[in-house]
C-alpha cells in the first residue's frame, strides 16, 4: 500500500467510519483499485476480530419467540400462496362451462383488505392469520421506540420482497407524522406510493402525501393531521393517487 | 444427518429455500454474538434487541445474498448486525442515551459458559480485549470510537480535535498492529 492515494481510506472503510457519501465513492474506487482490495483483505481480518472484544451477553428468550413467529408467518404465507397457484391451475386446464340458462350468480368480490379484522401485510388464509398477526403484532409492539408522548419514532413493518432490507419510520411530532424511507424499491412502471391514515373501525383515509423514493430514500411530510389515527398506511397508486387503496399495503406503521 | 450437525454455510443453503427450522439453528449458534455486539454498540438493551430483530429479519430475508466465498456466516452475521447498529446510532441519536441507562445489565444478562465452543470463544474474547488493551491509547480509541461507537471519520477528527488524516493514520496502524497480534486468531471468527 505505497502509491494510491486513498490508502489511509481502508481503515475507515472496514470500520464502517465513512459517511454515506465517501462510502459509496471508495466502494467505486474499490472496484478498479487492486492496492485498495489488497488493504481491505488485510485490515478486515483484525475488524472482524473486533466483535469479540463485546462482553458475551446472553440475548433474552422473548427476543428469540418475536423473530420466530415472523419467520414462521413468512412460511405459512409462502405455503398458502403456493397452494393457492396450485389450486387455481386445475381451473385453467378445464374446458370452460357450459353456460347456465338460470340467472348468472353474483360475482362474489372481496372484502377489501382493510375491512378484515385485523390489517396484515397480505392477504393469508383464515387458518394462518392467527399467525401472521400475531407476528405483526409482536413486531409492531417491539419496534415502537423513542421518547414522550409528545414526538416519537415508530419503525414499521414493511413488506417489500425485492427489497428485504428495506425499512421505513414514521416520527409523529404535534399530531403530524413524518415518513422515512430507506433502502425502498422504486414503485411499479406509472405508479406512486401513497400514504393513507387508518382510524379504528372506519377506511383508511387518503392522503396527498405521494412519493417516488430516489436512490431508495425519501422523507414524506403527512400534512394530514394523525389524532386517533391507529397505523398509517403506504400503498402504491396510480399517479395523481387513489382516493380507495388499489393494492395491500406495503408498510404498516401502528401508532397505537 | 440433523441440523445441529450441518455446517453453518450447508444451513444457510436451506435458509435460502425457505427452511424456518434451519434459520432457527443459524440463530441459536449467532445470537449471543449478535446481541453483545449490538448491545455494545448501542448502550442499551431495547436498541440492541432492535438491531438484532432487524439483522435476523433481514438475514432470513435475503440469506441469498451470503456469499461464502467472502467470508463465515458468522462474520457475515455480526457484519449487518453492526451496519445496523450504525444505522440506529444515526438515525436516531441512541448516541446521546448511550452509557445513560442499562448500566449493570452485563451482570444480568453475561453469558455463561455452556459448552467447549462457548468457553473456547470466551477465551478468543479475551485475546482481542487484550490486545486491544495493548494498543496504544490513541489507536485503540479511534478504532473503538468508529467500529463500537458508530462515529465517521471526520466526527471522530471533530471530537478529538484532530486532523482527519490523523485519524485514518491511527485507525490503520491500530488495525495492522491487531491483525499482527491477533495472529492465528483470524480463524476464530469461522
Redesign the interface.
Known sequence: MNGCEH??????Y??????DDEHERFVAHLVTCDECQSGVA??Q????????????????PE??D???A???A??AR?EAEAEAAQAAQPAQAEPPATPEPARPARPQRPRPWWRRPRLALRPVPAALAAAALIALGV?GG??V??GDEAAR?V?ALVDA?SA??A?A?VAVADEHATLTV?DFPAPPEGRVYQVWLKRPGRDPEPTGALFTPRGGRAVVEVRDGVGGVEQVLVTDEPRGGSRVPTRAPVVVARLT | MGLVHLADEDLMQLVRR?D?AA??MV??RH???????A??MTGT??????V???A???L???GARYDHTR?SVR?WV?GI???RA??ALR??MVHDRRRASDEG??ER????ERTDVEAA??D??R???EA?ETLPPEQSKV?EL???G?????E?ASMLDTPI?TV??R??L???K??GQ?GG??G??S
Open positions: 490508502r489511509e481510506t481502508v481503515a475507515s472496514v470500520l464502517g467510519a465513512l459517511p488485510e485490515l481480518v483484525a475488524a472482524d476480530a473486533l466483535p469479540l472484544a463485546a462482553m458475551q451477553l446472553v440475548p433474552p427476543l428469540k418475536r423473530i420466530m415472523v419467520v414462521h413468512d412460511v409462502r413486531a417491539v419496534l421506540s423513542g419514532t419503525t420482497p428485504p432490507g425499512r419510520t430507506r | 425457505g424456518a434459520f432457527e440463530y441459536d445470537a449471543t454474538a449478535a446481541f453483545s455486539l448491545y455494545r438493551r431495547n436498541a440492541a434487541e432492535d438484532v430483530q432487524e435476523f429479519l433481514s432470513w430475508r435475503s467470508g462474520t455480526l448486525v453492526h451496519n450504525i444505522d438515525r436516531s445489565i452485563e444478562f453475561e453469558a455463561r470463544r470466551r478468543e474474547a485475546d482481542v480485549r486491544l478504532i468508529a467500529y463500537f458508530g462515529f465517521t471519520h471526520s471522530i488524516g485514518k493514520g485507525m490503520r491500530g488495525l495492522e491487531l491483525r491477533l486468531l483470524a476464530a471468527m
